[in-house]
């Protein structure tokens, strides 16, 4: 699970089982993107 703490200074694509609601907010407003995979 990727977790909502710290910043983001780059725009990132992460693939990951579970994100939290903060790290998702955080992936999607550097211009990024959290996939969720099983």
Do not use: D
């Not at 710290?6 to 998702?24: D, P, Q, R, Y």
Request: hydrophobic share 35%; aromatic share 2%.
């Amino acid at each position: 699970k990727l977790l909502g703490s710290g910043k983001i200074s780059e725009t990132l694509i992460v693939e990951a089982e579970n994100f939290s609601e903060k790290a998702k907010e955080k992936l999607e407003e550097s211009g990024g993107k959290a996939i969720e995979i099983s």
